[in-house]
């Protein structure tokens, strides 16, 4: 039958990526790690955590293996530990907006009134067409870290001000993080408030990765 301490220490194991998991700000820490690396500031700043805080709560996430670490000079970055981590992610959403009825609810209360959305397969299909702009609108440093080819950087915070770099007649596409990132939803509202026709990718650069599409950097 085995042994039930020997047992008891391998499900203890598991446990601890569980428990590491089980906390809103560590699951944001690892959402925003999803797009590349980062430092412990930018972290900080990102999920509206004071440095104190969000140190401790990287260090959970780096104690069950899921985050690794790099030194330069005296700032300390902070990565995901490999691609599985960011698939268990994307897993965990898609099980809790199955088996939970308020994920729905709080999806809806957060990203608003839906968009019009495109596959990523028919976003290739259209870019290579031409019948598409395709803009990032997630910060600079995340587009730096790694986007989809073809995309240009308009971080929703310009995008009000950058308008007139679009061209006009055509079809612009927004994208994010990924499938629960709401600055796509406001950047197509904004277009479309601009009069401009858009949609949004309906999933965004954690799901392109995943997908092992190519990255350009």
């Known amino acids: 039958m085995g042994d039930l301490a020997r047992k008891a220490a391998l499900f203890e194991g598991f446990a601890q990526v569980g428990k590491a998991l089980g906390n809103a700000k560590r699951l944001e820490l690892v959402d925003l790690l999803a797009q590349g690396e980062r430092s412990v500031e930018v972290l900080a700043g990102r999920a509206g955590l004071g ?13 069950a293996g899921l985050v690794s670490t790099r030194k330069e000079g005296t700032k300390v970055y902070y990565r995901l530990a490999g691609a599985d981590v960011a698939a268990l992610w994307s897993q965990l959403r898609a099980v809790a907006a199955v088996r939970l009825a308020e994920i729905d609810r709080a999806r809806s209360a957060y990203l608003g009134d839906e968009v019009d959305e495109v596959t990523r397969d028919e976003l290739l299909r259209r870019m290579a067409a031409g019948e598409v702009t395709l803009i990032d609108v997630r910060p600079s440093e995340e587009y730096a870290a790694g986007h989809i080819p073809g995309a240009l950087s308009i971080p929703l915070h310009e995008l009000a001000g950058r308008l007139a770099e679009l061209p006009g007649g055509i079809t612009v596409v927004a994208y994010c993080r990924g499938s629960y990132c709401v600055l796509a939803h406001e950047a197509v509202r904004a ?3 601009d009069g ?14 995943l997908a092992n599409l190519p990255v350009a950097v």
């Open 51 to 63: 440095l104190t805080t969000a140190s401790s709560h990287l260090k959970v996430l780096r104690q």
């Open 191 to 193: 277009l479309l408030a």
């Open 196 to 209: 401009r026709r858009a949609m949004r990718l309906s999933e965004g650069m954690l799901e392109w990765r």
